[in-house]
């Protein structure tokens, strides 16, 4: 979903959600998909941000994952996190419910 | 409540095979996703932030016991253990995997319950009363022509790919619970000239971006005429409803393009044609078999003001401010209406866990006739209470969290799932909502207060009714950060009127507060008897604008 | 684009005519641009004449000239643009329309059940579709409730021996 990419982001990774179950994914350098952020491979600048995404189309055409999409990281207390709001409560899980989600399985950061 | 005949049962079996098939194909790679995701909306399955979302029809809002006992089954096993009450009446699980659907879908069916037609471009569940049958002045249960509706509305050839979704509500009383000048159609039964029941259908009304109060359009038209009339409108806005811009494609938009007058007489002139095309029948035998299913319950003959219910409002203050918070009035001596909160403070408007729906199957078993209804503000009701019962009805509620007197006060507010779940939400609704319930979680501050309805959405698409809440607030995003933009003044009853923005958005921090000073306001100016919505409509904006931005 | 027609795969023997210059040789469809302008040439050839109607461009146009077209082509430009099931239930419910009525455009296997009860009896698919797909389309929802233009006994006629 490009609405969620922006588009003067200097510093992305690529997410998506596995066909399967729907779970939220991130691409990691060797080109699998991990449900942690933490293994994300991580695109300074634009050129290397749309190579980066161009790494999705192998799950893609496999069926393994649904709708790939850069989006935007920011450096925060010297770790990497998503710069929205959004993206934080996709890498957690609902901020109303802490018991569900990644943020209760320890696969957050 | 009605039942699934062999025709009816065929038709969910036959549709959840095709979708298995559906998904089958889809996970084994014989179809992409651009083609796969119209046919799962068709089916209810979007997919969210987090995971896929299934919604499941609950067609207009009424459940047997057995049926909440199977979505409290389906809640454990497929998913976390709770499900989410919407203010379509319908319930939505927010963790089911793609590959269990198809179980799920057949968990339902052998309940009577399916997905059909709960998203994508059709007609949507229809949607009614939660006092249907009850309420002591509806012309007739509106849950007969509710489900005439849903049956002529399944898998209709004509109407799966309109412009944009439809919904439909339908009311029996002349005061409104179901919000009906809010939807695409909406439907008051009204008696005919010739004392049988009769529909005034108004067309248009809606909420997301371009808020709309419907028209009166048909005026009460026949139950022969009804379905003829409805396809005459949905035919009208196929042909020449917009497609060329998402946001202007609702019936609502071509109704105020080209006017009241020459909608009516568009439809007029299309149900005229289709009356000599061939009409759609609605045998007389169909609708009474209909009616059957809705007759009354075996109601006993009971007294109004039972002994021990007195009794029981001495001894328990908490029982007794309950019952006149949250119970009705029933059209017969000795029953009442039991109105169960589904939002307490700090709980998560309309979330039901699998234990509190299979507590309320089990008190619905023990005191209301097997039946709960949900509401569209999110909700459960258990209709047909003796009033003798309440006391005990009330103990088990409370001893489950399901005993909150809050209706109709500023803690019972409808509110979208939001950006903690939803994947169009541009900010959270949820945190709000319970930021808010937090502040005034006294209850006698709520009761001072009065009637007070807050409706909260994350996006411009208004799931949370935030254009017709007294307080209306809706979240913003301004480059990744959450605004709330306040609204005063809506009301989705018989007088619906859309609400008024007060001015700038709001932060986080400071949306409590803002709607704290709105209250204050409120408080200092109302009159005698006056609720929020009483003294907003006589002293208008000026008032709470300028003590709103006052420190700003 | 494969044909099919009554249960099978069948040629193709119409051409869709370009909106001016000379029309090929035998069966034509056209648009309703070139039938408005050119309505006395076009029903003097004695080949037989289609025509398609894009959507927006109703039925109520051609109603009176119905008896001249042995193929109505309606299009879907894309399978949510739905206006055609309506033009296809008003050319065969109100306007008698008998001939061969054709779904053009993006229709795949998921709308062919619905395009056929609205009264399309061919359909231009893609090279996906197969006849097996097609069978499968049109049997797997055993029973409807509304009265359309397959003539279907609905399921109110049914309970009530309709």
């Given amino acids: 979903m490009a609405q969620h990419s922006n588009k003067m982001a200097q510093v992305q990774a690529v997410t998506a959600n596995r066909l399967i179950d729907g779970v939220v994914v991130y691409l990691t350098a060797k080109g699998a998909w991990s449900e942690k952020l933490a293994d994300a491979a991580i695109a300074e600048g634009k050129e290397a941000a749309e190579a980066l995404l161009a790494k999705a189309n192998p799950a893609l055409e496999q069926q393994e994952i649904v709708e790939p999409y850069l989006f935007e990281i920011a450096e925060e207390d010297g770790t990497l996190v998503p710069a929205s709001v959004r993206e934080r409560i996709r890498m957690a899980g609902p901020t109303v419910r802490l018991d569900l989600g990644k943020q209760a399985e320890g696969k957050t950061a | 409540m009605y039942r699934y005949d062999e025709f009816d049962h065929a038709l969910v079996q036959d549709r959840v095979k095709q979708f298995s098939g559906q998904v089958q194909r889809r996970l084994a790679g014989e179809i992409t996703e651009d083609e796969f995701k119209p046919l799962r909306l068709m089916n209810g399955v979007y997919l969210q932030l987090h995971a896929y979302m299934l919604r499941v029809a609950v067609p207009y809002g009424t459940l047997s016991s057995r049926q909440m006992r199977m979505l409290a089954h389906i809640a454990r096993k497929y998913d976390k253990g709770y499900g989410h009450f919407t203010t379509r009446q319908n319930i939505q699980y927010n963790w089911p995997a793609l590959k269990d659907i198809p179980a799920i879908l057949e968990d339902l069916a052998s309940v009577e319950m399916h997905a059909l037609q709960t998203s994508g471009n059709c007609i949507r569940n229809v949607t009614s009363d939660q006092y249907a049958g009850v309420a002591a002045n509806e012309v007739e249960d509106p849950r007969i022509w509710s489900e005439i509706i849903r049956q002529w509305s399944t898998l209709h050839p004509e109407f799966s790919f309109l412009p944009r979704k439809f919904k439909f509500a339908v009311t029996g009383a002349p005061e409104d619970r179901a919000a009906i000048r809010v939807h695409d159609i909406g439907i008051e039964l009204v008696k005919g000239k010739d004392g049988r029941t009769a529909f005034d259908i108004y067309v248009g009304g809606g909420q997301g971006r371009t808020p709309m109060i419907g028209k009166l359009i048909g005026k009460a038209i026949s139950q022969e005429n009804l379905l003829t009339y409805l396809e005459a409108i949905m035919r009208v806005y196929n042909m020449h409803g917009r497609r060329d811009h998402l946001f202007k494609s609702r019936i609502k938009i071509l109704v105020h393009t080209i006017g009241e007058e020459e909608m009516r007489r568009q439809v007029e002139e299309e149900f005229a044609a289709m009356q000599k095309d061939g009409p759609v029948e609605l045998p007389k035998a169909e609708i009474e078999r209909i009616q059957a299913y809705f007759a009354p319950p075996a109601y006993e003959t009971l007294e109004n003001d039972p002994a021990e219910l007195n009794e029981a409002f001495e001894k328990t203050p908490a029982f007794a401010r309950w019952v006149k918070q949250n119970v009705a009035a029933h059209k017969v001596p000795g029953y009442a209406i039991a109105n169960i909160s589904l939002k307490p403070v700090g709980g998560v408007a309309g979330d039901a866990s699998s234990e509190q729906m299979e507590k309320v199957a089990e008190l619905a078993d023990a005191y209301s006739f097997s039946e709960i209804r949900v509401t569209h503000e999110q909700n459960l009701v258990l209709a047909d209470v003796p009033q003798k019962d309440l006391f005990a009805l009330w103990q088990e509620l409370d001893a489950n969290g399901l005993g909150t007197p809050n209706l109709g006060l500023i803690t019972d507010q409808i509110v979208c799932p939001g950006l903690d779940y939803c994947n169009l939400a541009n900010a959270r609704s949820i945190p709000i909502g319970q930021a808010i319930a937090k502040k005034f979680e006294d209850l006698d501050r709520q009761n001072d207060i009065g009637e007070l309805k807050i409706k909260i959405s994350g996006c411009i698409n208004a799931c949370g009714h935030h254009h017709v809440g007294h307080i209306g607030i809706l979240g913003v995003d301004k480059k990744g950060t959450e605004f709330y933009q306040v609204s005063l003044g809506g009301s989705a009853d018989e007088k619906t009127s859309l609400g008024d923005i007060t001015g700038p958005a709001f932060t986080e921090d400071k949306i409590v507060g803002a709607v704290e000073n709105i209250v204050e306001t409120y408080l200092s100016e109302r009159q005698d008897g006056e609720r929020f919505l009483d003294t907003y409509r006589r002293i208008g904006m000026k008032p709470f604008k300028e003590k709103l931005y006052a420190a700003h | ?162």
């Fill in chain 3, 1 to 162: 684009m494969p044909l099919i027609k009554d249960g099978a795969f069948v040629e193709d023997k119409w051409t869709y005519a370009d909106e001016e210059g000379p029309l090929p040789e035998g069966p034509v469809i056209v648009s309703l641009t070139r039938w408005h302008n050119e309505k006395e040439a076009l029903a003097a050839r004695t080949a037989p004449l289609g025509i398609k109607l894009l959507s927006g461009e109703e039925p109520k146009e051609i109603a009176g000239d119905l008896d001249k077209f042995a193929v109505i082509a309606l299009d879907f430009p894309m399978f949510k643009n739905g206006r055609a099931y309506s033009y296809a239930r008003l050319l065969r419910e109100r306007y008698g329309y008998k001939g061969e009525l054709r779904a053009t455009g993006d229709v795949l296997r998921d709308q062919l059940f619905f395009m056929h009860r609205c009264g399309f009896d061919a359909y231009e698919v893609s090279q996906r579709i197969t006849i097996d797909g097609w069978k499968e389309a049109m049997d797997e929802i055993s029973v409807v409730y509304q009265p359309a233009s397959d003539g279907r006994k609905t399921i109110f006629q049914a309970r009530h021996g309709g």
